[in-house]
């Protein structure tokens, strides 16, 4: 993750302020074992003052939705599906599709509107292999993001399409020891 810096407006005209361009990255691996350390970075980045957002797309179970964020100290939004439960199958009933597509319609708002400088998509990949939020969709908002914000996309089996885009591609992987 890179912090985001800014120059300070002198009061001559041939300086101008600039920030970072922003970075996306992935974490994917076999088994869904690294929100922990993507949860770490947001709320490291957001303890420096950075506004983050931190979007769920399968976890349910606490009648959330977008409308009611959970605020975690005053950077860090977090948000998951209006839902009754977890989402770990494919099939899904009309209520589950439908608040998991007007999570990702807020999430698309927010992100072009440029409201936070760091968004995590969490279990991302998994929301696509479901056939939730095609991938066409998730490259378009890629592209069109403003180029400041860092965005990190979490996920098993994330597509290749999206990996090809990626600035850092993190993969967790069990190790065995003998």
């Keep these: 993750m890179v912090a985001q810096l800014e120059t300070p ?4 005209p041939c300086r101008v302020p600039y920030t970072v361009e922003g970075l996306l990255q992935v974490f994917t ?38 409308e009611h964020p959970v605020r975690l100290g005053q950077n860090l939004d977090w948000i998951r599906c209006d839902l009754p439960r977890c989402i770990d199958t494919p099939q899904l009933d009309e209520a589950e599709t439908k608040s998991l597509r007007d999570l990702w319609d807020y999430t698309k708002e927010v992100v072009k509107a440029g409201s936070y400088d760091l968004v995590v998509l969490d279990e991302l990949s998994l929301a696509i292999k479901f056939g939730v939020i095609s991938e066409t969709e998730v490259l378009e908002l890629l592209e069109q993001r403003p180029r400041h914000l860092d965005i990190i996309l979490t996920g098993p089996e994330m597509p290749k399409a999206i990996l090809d885009e990626a600035d850092q591609i993190t993969q967790i992987r069990r190790s065995h020891r003998p």
């Design 9 to 12: 407006i002198l009061s001559s």
């Design 29 to 66: 691996g076999s088994h869904r074992s690294f929100f922990t350390n993507v949860m770490a970075q947001a709320l490291r980045i957001a303890g420096q003052g950075t506004p983050v957002l931190v979007v769920q797309f399968l976890k349910g179970g606490i009648g959330q939705g977008h």
